[in-house]
């Protein structure tokens, strides 16, 4: 049973606003591509649980499907994308702080931020909520047209991901 609605439901509906539509996805780094799916899935199920229960079927759903990619997460060059955000941010400072703010919050291993039990985690001493207008932002962020236009393989990330596999394989 879903709860009436809240702060955080009114942010689930804004990041289903959102649209890949004018992207050719298949054409984007699959490596990238999957983080960044993977990044999108980690904001619904902690909205999900903020807005619903964490016992809803929404997030039930998205929490099997997040189970399921910290496999290939591990697997082939997937397992590359963690030192990869390491590596951007200790050789490309500019490109690394381009990257959506989660990716360099969960990926940096200077920063406490985690997704813990699928849920995104600034502060894991930190029992309160995270704020509305933080999902706002992050919809915002992983939608933004430069950072979509990077992820394709002609694109700076992609182009940094190219030249990091190449010397890291």
């Known amino acids: 049973m879903l709860l009436e609605k809240n702060d955080y439901s009114q942010q689930i509906e804004y990041l289903y606003r959102k649209s890949l539509i004018l992207e ?5 780094d699959p490596v990238l591509y999957f983080y960044y799916i993977d ?7 902690t909205l999900s649980a903020l807005a619903y229960s964490s016992d809803s079927i929404k997030c039930t759903m998205t929490g099997e499907y997040l189970r399921r990619r ?19 941010r200790d050789n490309h400072k500019e ?23 699928f849920r995104i985690v600034l502060d894991p001493n930190s029992k309160i909520p995270l704020p509305p207008q933080f999902f706002h932002d992050m919809a915002d962020d992983l939608f933004g047209l430069k950072f979509l236009r990077s992820i394709y393989p002609e694109g700076t990330l992609g182009k940094l991901f190219a030249e990091f596999k190449r010397n890291n394989v």
């Open 24 to 28: 050719t996805t298949s054409e984007m």
């Open 70 to 88: 910290v496999d290939t997460a591990k697997e082939g060059d997937h397992a590359l994308f963690p030192a990869f955000m390491v590596w951007l």
């Open 39 to 45: 990044t999108i899935a980690h904001l619904d199920y």
């Open 95 to 117: 490109q690394f702080e381009e990257t959506p703010i989660l990716w360099q919050l969960v990926y940096d291993p200077d920063e406490v931020s985690c997704y813990l039990g």
